[in-house]
């Protein structure tokens, strides 16, 4: 693949995240027609706070659903607690989770069409649901 693209890979370490994105700009100005594949996560560093405008991302793939960590203490207790308002809210835990992972798609999604003008590809593989977890 990198024969085809550069590859840079989403590092877990602020240094390595910023020469990462570092090379990846590089690349695409040095070559805006062969351009980059960059590699990240969702809810990574990489979700919030950067602009991937024109040419800087003309395609997002999304394997699987983006569910919070579900054994995270937090997650456990957003849930117990929605869990426990259920009848003064209109949703519970499991709604709750459901929505951030839906947000998280929409928020990669987003990386893509940034405006009116922009165009993109949005592919989404390995969308499945559960009936239950036995």
């Given amino acids: 693949m990198n024969d085809a693209k550069p590859v840079c890979l989403e590092a877990k370490f602020k ?3 910023e020469n990462s994105l570092k090379l990846y ?3 695409l100005q040095k070559d805006p027609k062969r351009g980059a594949s960059f590699f990240a996560v969702c809810r990574g560093k990489l ?3 950067f602009d991937f405008s024109d040419n800087a991302a003309r395609c997002v793939v999304i394997v699987g659903i983006p569910y919070p960590p ?3 203490p937090k997650v456990i207790l957003k849930q117990c607690y929605l869990n426990e308002k259920k009848d003064n809210l209109k949703f519970n ?3 709750w989770y459901n929505t951030e992972a ?4 929409n928020q990669a999604i987003g990386r893509v069409i940034r405006h009116k003008n922009d165009f993109g ?4 593989l390995g969308f499945f649901e ?5």
Wanted: hydrophobic share 45%.
């Fill in 15 to 17: 240094d390595e995240f």
């Fill in 25 to 27: 700009s590089d690349f």
């Fill in 47 to 49: 979700s919030e706070g």
């Fill in 70 to 72: 579900m054994m995270d």
């Fill in 93 to 95: 835990g499991q709604i």
């Fill in 102 to 105: 839906i947000r998280a798609v």
């Fill in 121 to 124: 590809a949005i592919f989404e």
């Fill in 130 to 134: 559960f009936s239950s977890l036995d």
